[in-house]
């Protein structure tokens, strides 16, 4: 039996659609690269130093860099719009996001990035990579999970009319405590306790200060591993982007601890990548890989590993959300203290 004319046109439409669509990714993959390269470029010319100090004119760049003027031109225009640059007028100024990008990434990931053939060619060059450093990024950056943590508060009901009032909340790996603070900022008699290197502890302190937790916020120095929390002293214990940088064994130690640190029947709260049922997407895989790269031996483990490890701990009513407000693609997993 022959196809009928509506049944050839509607293959041929389905050719073509699939044609487009592999063109568009094509086309994607390709701008993507070049941006990549207009924002080494700038960096490598100077032009992102420069825009970092004040806003130039393109002659005033072309002057002070040495640099062709026609390539300049063309070259400040793809920055325009990619967004790292501004232009207001005839002056050019480095965006926001620029300053942050320079502040905190200023090589674009390359360094962790260039590290990923030596690991897919000896595997055994993972022993040479420091964790401390990737605790030390997570403390950096961790500022940029504001709306996620105020997401997470949120959904712990942390201040609300059923929460416990005034929680002593102990954060294990505090980073740079975003996350505690905007559970404390909740309930105006949450004291919390922070436990991290002395670094970490710094930024984590800023953080406390930037929204007047004063006495509120008190602080161990220390290895969270090694640590001494105490038992069954806190209704809620926070572990912010610990569990996948860490071993099988560390991060179950380290979960064993915070549940002996909760009184009965508190919570712990652990946001965190997870891998769930769904096909992961690029900022997920990406955020698995990066762990992957930066870590001795950590991973990010299956929300079926992880439950596992929670019972393992003595918690439960174990429940896990998305965090939709996480442009880095977090989740959170509660729990609470079986102990009685």
């Keep these: 039996m022959n196809p009928s004319p509506e049944q050839v046109t509607a293959s041929q439409s389905a050719v073509r659609a699939a044609g487009d669509r592999t063109i568009e990714q094509y086309q994607n993959w390709m701008q993507t690269n070049a941006a990549a390269h207009l924002m080494r470029s700038a960096r490598q010319s100077g032009l992102t130093a420069r825009l970092r100090e004040k806003q130039h004119t393109l002659e005033e760049l072309c002057e002070s860099l040495s640099l062709q003027r026609e390539t300049t031109a063309l070259l400040l225009d793809a920055l325009v719009a990619i967004g790292l640059v501004e232009q207001y007028g005839e002056d050019f100024a480095l965006a926001r996001a620029g300053h942050l990008l320079c502040q905190y990434d200023d090589d674009l990931g390359d360094r962790r990035w260039e590290s990923l053939v030596g690991r897919l060619k000896a595997p055994e060059s993972a022993a040479s990579v420091d964790g401390a450093d990737y605790r030390a990024q997570i403390a950096a950056t961790q500022w940029i999970h504001t709306a996620a943590a105020m997401q997470a508060a949120e959904i712990l009901d942390i201040g609300g009319q059923d929460a416990c009032p005034g929680p002593k909340i102990l954060d294990l790996g505090c980073g740079s405590a975003v996350w505690s603070c905007a559970m404390a900022h909740r309930d105006a008699d949450a004291v919390i306790v922070a436990v991290d290197e002395p670094a970490a502890l710094q930024s984590a302190r800023s953080t406390a200060e930037s929204i007047g937790l004063g006495d509120r916020f008190k602080t161990i120095e220390s290895d969270p591993l090694a640590a001494t929390v105490g038992r069954q002293q806190f209704e ?43 096909r992961a997407g690029l900022k997920e895989s990406l955020g698995r890989l990066s762990i992957h790269l930066a870590t001795p031996q950590g991973r990010v483990r299956d929300l079926r590993e992880c439950q596992g490890m929670f019972q393992a701990a003595g918690l439960g009513g174990i429940q896990f959300t998305y965090l939709a407000a996480s442009e880095a693609g977090l989740g959170m997993m509660v729990a609470e203290s079986m102990a009685k």
Excluded: C, H, N
Excluded at 241 to 255: C, F, P, R
Excluded at 261 to 266: F, I, M, R
């Design 236 to 278: 809620l214990v926070v572990l912010a982007q610990m569990l996948s940088g860490y071993s099988d064994d560390q991060a179950a130690s380290l979960l064993e601890k915070a549940a002996a640190a909760l009184k009965p029947g508190g919570r712990i709260a652990v946001p965190d990548f997870y891998i769930g049922p769904g």
